[in-house]
């Protein structure tokens, strides 16, 4: 079965730029999304499609997916920005599996 | 404004099945798929399975795929996800997901609905 792994944790100041990482074989051939998950709250999608963002989401979430990697990108992070955060691969030929999630920590 | 408004927790003994709804509103509920992720306690998000409201068209994980059926009902504008042989593992909360039209993605979540499996 298709994985994806994310590192567990990633600490940030404030201010300065947060990279999320998720990797799996072939990443960059399927779609990448990612969500954020603050404490007893469901998912928000942030990034979708690889690198677009919902309306309402701020600018400062951006995204990329290339060879085996998809990149969250966070600038200027924010102590609300704060959460758990999941990506997840989109492919027709294989299931939307989630990453392991990675917890944010602005410190 | 979409809302997903997801059924409340249950408590179950193990063998038993579950059936957690999903009522939509705000949008053409037909034109839409609706995805089912769970997370049980400290854990990631799980991918359950996917039905394409306008014509039923179903996509279970494979892990799941004996045990799960997801339904839904058009002239109520809601989902249903229905599980059996429900095992202690099982305790999660439950989510239902619209996928964004025409692109990857779950844009609107419901707010999850706690099902606790023990004997």
């Known amino acids: 079965s298709y994985e994806l792994t994310q590192p567990p944790s990633v600490s940030v100041s404030p201010g300065q730029t947060a990279s999320i990482t998720c990797s799996g074989d072939k990443l960059g051939d399927k779609f990448a999304c990612w969500y954020q998950q603050k404490p007893g709250q469901s998912p928000v999608l942030v990034i979708y499609?690889?690198?677009k963002r919902p309306s309402g989401i701020p600018e400062r979430f951006s995204g990329s997916n290339s060879g085996n990697t998809a990149t969250l990108t966070i600038s200027g992070t924010q102590a609300m920005d704060e959460a758990d955060y999941y990506c997840?691969?989109?492919?027709?030929?294989?299931?939307?599996?989630f990453g392991g999630g990675t917890k944010l920590t602005v410190l | 404004q979409v809302q997903l408004v997801q059924s409340g927790a249950e408590v179950k003994k193990p063998g038993a099945s579950v059936k957690v709804s999903c009522k939509a509103s705000?949008?053409?509920?037909?034109?839409?798929?609706m995805h089912w992720v769970r997370q049980a306690p400290g854990q990631r998000l799980e991918w359950m399975g996917w039905i394409t409201a306008g014509n039923g068209n179903t996509r279970y994980s494979q892990k799941l795929q004996d045990r799960v059926t997801i339904t839904t009902d058009t002239s109520a504008s809601t989902a249903y996800m229905e599980l059996n042989s429900l095992r202690s593992e099982d305790t999660a909360i439950y989510y239902c997901?619209?996928?964004?039209?025409?692109?990857?993605?779950?844009?609107?979540w419901g707010q999850g609905t706690l099902v606790t499996v023990s004997s």
């Open positions: 997840q691969a989109w492919d027709s030929s294989t299931e939307e599996v």
């Open positions: 705000g949008y053409t509920f037909t034109r839409y798929a």
């Open positions: 997901a619209r996928r964004i039209m025409g692109a990857p993605g779950l844009d609107y």
């Open positions: 499609q690889d690198n």
